[in-house]
């Protein structure tokens, strides 16, 4: 028989008793509250979330799930979720519900609806304590206007590559090591590359780069990569065929979805561009460099006006001293030797406005030969530290040039030679025939045909690269004020462009220097040159004699007056108009001076021909006969003589007119 238990063993009973009591109504209220707060998370969800049987009847659906089907709680509860969404009689043959019930296992698809819209449905199933499935939940995320984004992402990602397959730019993208990560079309056609052949090296190992620019592109990808934003800047590319480009660069730092940023660098070919502003400096600069030959033209002709003016003064007076004594007179070759001195002054005059390029050429046939013999002789006369070798062609053809400018081109050379061997030394002369095949590779085109080629080669100093590529230009010249104007190369390049030649320059520091002068050659033949008879032809008709230089008129006036001529004068344009106006019969020649203030030659030429349209007329300058000169003559006016001229050279020219009928 049991033992009844005693008072104090019920009384820890029924405490125990209420302990579990208290602890069961506790457990009920947790697993309220718990379902309570379930209900209202899942409510708060956007996704569309519904518990389903293995029937698929719907057993709950959150809050979301009713607004999507537009029906209340109670109407979508018992009823199954293929008639309340899709609206079929039947279950969707791709659902993720039955599928997970089926397999046990979550399943994904996405899917759209016929009204455009696309949806993300997640299955999974649910067990029971025993593991069978008693059910399905359906996670349902409507992703439309992700699916727009992606589309739109994708169509503009494909159409950025389109743009970047066929730009005419060369676009190219870089790793954060520098590294190439691609490289479009134009990149390849410019670089004369493949994809192929630089994609993974490094930029500046593929030989594009010219040699210049790799530290500016490697101090311009340090900045960019650090996300300092810089302006475009210009490299130099080298191709595959050694051509040079010019190219902007255009660098931007690109990041996407939290990889490592790396560089697009779009390219642009400004070659053209640099090039026209090459040609627009170089174009400058030589408007520039006319400027300052026009200003030293200038002075060059006033120079040689008024050097010629006080020459005409000399051998004026000279001529009148000569025109009274025969050559037995004491006097006689002193003057004679005056007279010369006064033409080797006109010369100095004539070789200084060669410098300026003020033309005075008188083309003639030569034999460079000849006149390479001539020069070099007289020119090595007083160079005794000088050696000279001449290897003359035989049977060289004849140029065409001015006698006079071609002598003052060769001693500009030879004296250049001499400075270039203060020591002595060996100076080489050689011609020989040529055609313009055999001056290929120049870097200029000759003109086709027939030369002559001199060169002139010393053994002296020789020049770096940096003089050679000078040595031409005006006003250069590595001697000191004293020794050097710069000039002398300068006019003799000038000569030789202005014969239709070349002149070429070939020089290495230390071992010497070598001039190549090419001029074209002509068929005209060498006409001999008689002495002329001296002779004073005299006269006893009336001259006008124009001219603004006292020391020229009243020397002129005399010579004339001797050789039985009646002089009338006028000092400038207006007093010549003036006088002849009053009597134009009583005067049968006047003889004009281009060069005058106020109305100058050409101006006073026109005002007497109107007066009388048979005036005869002979032009007289310390200038040229060419420019201004010849423009006159080509109006109609009778003829020209250079200043200075001695008194047989002018008594030829009057009479030249005066008797032509």
Not at 512 to 521: A, E, K, M, N, V
Not at 611 to 640: H, M, Y
């Amino acid at each position: 028989m049991p033992k009844k238990p005693t008072y104090e063993e019920l009384e820890r009973r029924v405490k125990e008793l209420e302990k579990v009591a208290d602890e069961r109504r506790r457990t009920s209220k947790v697993f309220l509250a718990s379902d309570q707060e379930k209900e209202a998370i899942l409510n708060s969800l956007m996704e569309h979330v519904i518990y389903q049987d293995t029937e698929m009847r719907i057993l709950w659906a959150n809050r979301a799930a009713c607004e999507s089907a537009n029906l209340p709680y109670e109407e979508i509860v018992g009823h199954y979720c293929y008639e309340i969404w899709p609206k079929r009689s039947d279950p969707c043959s791709d659902c993720p519900v039955i599928k997970a019930m089926e397999m046990g296992q979550p399943q994904v698809i996405e899917k759209s609806t016929p009204d455009g819209r696309y949806w993300f449905i997640r299955g999974y199933p649910l067990r029971d304590r025993n593991g069978d499935i008693v059910g399905g939940i359906e996670v349902t995320l409507e992703i439309t206007e992700l699916k727009q984004t992606e589309e739109a992402v994708r169509k503009s990602e494909h159409k950025y590559s389109a743009l970047v397959q066929e730009s005419p730019d060369a676009i190219i993208s870089l790793a954060n090591t520098g590294n190439l990560l691609s490289f479009n079309p134009a990149a390849e056609r410019i670089s004369g590359l493949s994809s192929e052949e630089v994609i993974g090296k490094h930029f500046t190992k593929i030989g594009v780069l010219a040699k210049q620019s790799i530290p500016k592109a490697l101090k311009e990808f340090a900045l960019v990569i650090t996300g300092t934003k810089r302006p475009p800047f210009e490299l130099t590319i080298m191709n595959k065929d050694k051509s040079y480009f010019f190219m902007e660069a255009n660098p931007r730092l690109i990041k996407h979805k939290g990889e490592k940023a790396w560089i697009q660098v779009t390219l642009r070919d400004i070659t053209d561009r640099k090039l026209a502003e090459g040609e627009k400096k170089k174009l400058e600069a030589q408007l520039q460099q006319a400027h300052k030959m026009e200003a030293i033209g200038t002075l060059a002709s006033g120079f040689a006006h008024n050097f010629n003016n006080l020459l005409m003064g000399i051998i004026a007076n000279t001529s009148i001293m000569l025109f009274d004594i025969d050559s037995n007179h004491q006097h006689y070759k002193y003057l004679k030797n005056i007279e010369k001195l006064v033409k080797s002054g006109s010369k100095v005059a004539i070789q200084f406005t060669g410098y300026a390029r003020v033309k005075r050429y008188e083309f003639k046939p030569i034999n460079m030969n000849q006149l390479l013999k001539e020069t070099s002789d007289t020119f090595g006369m007083g160079k005794k530290k000088i050696r000279l070798h001449q290897n003359i062609a035989e049977k060289l053809h004849i140029i065409e040039a001015d006698k006079e400018q071609l002598e003052q081109a060769l001693l500009n050379l030879y004296i250049n030679a001499v400075d270039a061997m203060p020591e002595g030394g060996d100076l080489f002369f050689k011609t020989m025939n040529v055609t313009d095949q055999d001056m290929i590779g120049k870097t200029y085109k000759p003109k086709p045909g027939k030369y002559v080629l001199l060169t002139v080669r010393d053994t002296g100093i020789g020049m770096d690269k940096k003089t050679k590529e000078r040595v031409f230009e005006p006003f250069f010249t590595t001697k000191d004020f004293i020794q050097g104007t710069g000039l002398g190369l300068s006019s003799t390049y000038n000569i030789m462009k202005d014969h239709g030649g070349y002149i070429d320059v070939d020089s290495e520091k230390g071992v010497g220097t070598t001039f190549s002068i090419y001029l074209p050659t002509t068929e005209k033949g060498i006409k001999e040159e008689k002495e002329p008879i001296v002779e004073i032809l005299k006269g006893k008709e009336t001259i006008l004699l124009v001219d603004d230089e006292n020391a020229v008129i009243e020397g002129c006036r005399e010579v004339l007056e001797k050789m039985g001529y009646i002089v009338s004068i006028a000092k400038n344009g207006r007093e010549a108009i003036e006088i002849y106006r009053k009597s134009p019969e009583k005067v049968d020649l006047v003889i004009l001076d281009i060069i005058m203030p106020g109305m100058g030659g050409g101006e006073t030429y026109n005002r007497l021909k109107e007066i009388n349209p048979d005036i005869k007329v002979l032009l007289t300058s310390g200038n040229s006969i060419n420019g201004q000169a010849n423009e006159i003559l080509e109006r109609g006016c009778n003829g020209f003589i250079q200043k200075p001229f001695n008194m047989e050279d002018l008594s030829r020219n009057m009479r030249g007119i005066l008797d032509k009928k």
